[in-house]
């Protein structure tokens, strides 16, 4: 699934604009119990996360019950609709910074397994004031 999508254009002599779409592309998923589904964020200027539960105080660090993949994503497993989750800040490199070397990539991928049926809201804690919200349903 997309987090969000963006581009950085430029225009000839004055400079780059951002144009980002803050919303989850697929805002509705049904799965079964069992199922991975896996957020990437696409948007090369705007960070994003994907929080279940509460919203916490500092949305970027990734919650406690985060892990790291070997493959350089964040993965979590939900047992309940009542459980909290962040992934932490997925972003891309920042691409629009002029005479200066573009930052590593960072985290872009957060995969979620879920164990029992429910539907599972979600929003990202950056943008949700926006209406970057989703769910998840699962049979």
Not at 39 to 44: A, F, Q
Not at 61 to 72: F, I, L
Not at 85 to 104: C, H, K, M, W, Y
Not at 108 to 133: E, K, Q, S
Request: hydrophobic share 35%; aromatic share 6%; glycine share 10%.
């Amino acid at each position: 699934m997309t987090v969000g999508i963006g581009a950085v254009l430029t225009t000839s002599g004055a400079g780059s604009q951002q144009l980002s779409l803050v919303r989850f592309l697929r805002p509705v998923i049904v799965v079964r119990a069992g199922d991975t589904v896996e957020w990437i964020n696409r948007d090369p200027s705007e960070p994003h996360t994907v929080t279940f539960g509460a919203e916490p105080t500092d949305p970027r660090p990734p919650s406690t019950n985060v892990s790291p993949t070997p493959d350089g994503a964040r993965q979590a497993t939900i047992q309940s609709t009542a459980d909290a989750v962040n992934s932490g800040i997925l972003i891309l490199a920042f691409q629009d910074r002029p005479g200066l070397p573009e930052t590593p990539l960072g985290v872009t991928r957060f995969r979620v397994t879920f164990t029992a049926p429910g539907t599972y809201n979600y929003i990202c804690a950056l943008h949700d004031n926006l209406g970057m919200t989703g769910k998840v349903i699962v049979h």
